[in-house]
Structure formats: structure tokens, C-alpha cells
């Protein structure tokens, strides 16, 4: 790497190198200076520099990426809403489908794989606040709708669903999501 290049390290290339070394090696398995040397960054600080410690880089890595998946959320809400109230299935495909677009070539999501590396070190209790409304709003549809047909321990359900499809699409498995939301669907309301 030319040292022209590794002086041009910015923010997004040290979220982007970090998101994709945190989701290959975990949160607690890749050092800060590590990502800032992926990223091309000749300061090996650049990391501390631009988000202070690992929880700040991790809460950017979210803002980073959140907008562009609450959009694509936005979107698909306005679709569904325009056939008429959209039910579970819906719902479940309109929170996760925005990871399958956000696959590489071999299927791989690495901001999938991202959330289940931060779940593993305990970092997402303060998702909520990181939501945009619609992908607040859908967990809340989904549990509504699933209250409303009477389905025991409908949130830990929900909570197991999420895990399942999320890891199924940070394995590369984007070729199984339609498959996916279906047994979802109908786990959730079995």
C-alpha cells in the first residue's frame, strides 16, 4: 500500500474496515489499531482519533449503517401498506430483507454478522435508540399481531426468530431467505 494511501484512511473507511474485521473476529478479537491499519490509516490512532474508544466506533459503525436500512425499511412499509395491512410475514421480511441487499457476491453480510458479534459481547442494549421509526415500529407490529392470535411467549419468539434469520444471513445463506422468513412466519405463530 502506497503511503499516499495510507495517509487517505477517513471515518467511513475505518467503519467500513472495522464492521468486516468485528464480524470475522468479534468484537473482543481485533484491536483498534488493527482497523485502522486495514483501513489504511498510517496512524495507528485513527480509530481513538475519530470515535474515542470501541463503544463509540461500534455506535458509529450503527449510525453508519442504519440510515440506509431504515430507508430501504421505509420503502418497503409503503409497498406493503399500499396491498392492504401487512401481517407477520411481512412485517419479518421488512426487517431483515435490507441485510440480504447489503450481501456481497458469495451471499456473505458482514453487517449481519456485525450484530451477532456485538449481541456475543452484550453491546446491543441500546439499539432502541439507534432505530429510525419503522424499524422500531415493526417488532412492535409483529408482537401485536402475534398478541392478537393469542401466541404464548410471542417476544422471546420473536427475539429467537431474529437470531435464527440474522445468523442465517451472516453464514451466507442470503440464497435461503424467502425459505427462511417462511419458517419464521410460521414459528412466530405456531
Do not use: C
Not at 162 to 168: L, Q, V, W
Amino acid at each position: 500500500m502506497t503511503k499516499t494511501k495510507r495517509r487517505s484512511a477517513t471515518a467511513p473507511g475505518l467503519i467500513e474496515a472495522g464492521e468486516r474485521l468485528f464480524a470475522r473476529h468479534g468484537i473482543h478479537g481485533v484491536a483498534l489499531r488493527q482497523i485502522a491499519a486495514e483501513a489504511g490509516s498510517a496512524n495507528s490512532s485513527a480509530v481513538h482519533y475519530h470515535f474515542g474508544d470501541a463503544h463509540g466506533f461500534v455506535r458509529a459503525i450503527f449510525a453508519h449503517r442504519l440510515p440506509a436500512l431504515e430507508a430501504a425499511r421505509v420503502d418497503l412499509m409503503r409497498a406493503a401498506e399500499a396491498r392492504g395491512e401487512p401481517d407477520v410475514g411481512a412485517l419479518l421480511d421488512m426487517l431483515f430483507r435490507p441485510f440480504v441487499a447489503g450481501s456481497d457476491n458469495e451471499g456473505y453480510a458482514s453487517y449481519a454478522a456485525f450484530l451477532l458479534e456485538v449481541r456475543k459481547a452484550g453491546w446491543l442494549s441500546d439499539w432502541d435508540e439507534m432505530a429510525g421509526p419503522v424499524t422500531k415500529s415493526l417488532p412492535r407490529r409483529i408482537l401485536a399481531q402475534m398478541g392478537a392470535q393469542g401466541v404464548p411467549d410471542a417476544q422471546w419468539r420473536l427475539e429467537t426468530i431474529t437470531m435464527m434469520i440474522i445468523a442465517a444471513i451472516a453464514a451466507g445463506q442470503a440464497d435461503r431467505y424467502d425459505a427462511l422468513v417462511q419458517i419464521g412466519t410460521a414459528a412466530l405463530l405456531a
